[in-house]
């Protein structure tokens, strides 16, 4: 009979040790910094538990307060819309001989139903 120690090691996904080994097997833990992702044994019946670094971003989004945030004026706006308009052809519609043929017509029909009233 031939006995081994067996040992527990904590390696990056590199296989770089990231913390102490362990005599005998244990299970995995928390390390700062590091997710743990998964658990091999070696082939001399060694456990390995393999973690991934733990990547923080660098500049975290802050949180804007409301007034903090610039909010265009409604003048801006407008101006910046009607500068853009359109060159004037003169083909612009007008209804102005449409109503006058309408009131035409309407005084037309005044005048007959008065002449009819008069006979």
């Not at 080994?21 to 044994?41: F, L, M, N, R, V």
């Not at 003048?75 to 043929?101: D, F, H, P, Y």
């Amino acid at each position: 009979h031939v006995y081994r120690q067996v040992v527990t090691s904590y390696v990056n996904e590199e296989g770089k040790e990231i913390n102490p080994s362990d005599k005998g097997t244990k299970d995995k833990k928390d390390i700062p910094e590091y997710i743990y992702k998964e658990t091999k044994k070696d082939e001399k019946g060694n456990t390995v538990h393999v973690y991934r670094q733990n990547i923080k971003p660098t500049n975290p989004i802050k949180p804007v307060k409301s007034t903090e945030l610039k909010i265009p004026q409604v003048e801006e706006i407008v101006q910046k819309v009607s500068t853009k308009r359109l060159a004037n052809t003169g083909t612009t519609e007008t209804n102005t001989g449409l109503a006058g043929l309408g009131l035409a017509l309407f005084g037309g029909l005044l005048a007959a139903t008065k002449r009819r009233k008069d006979k």
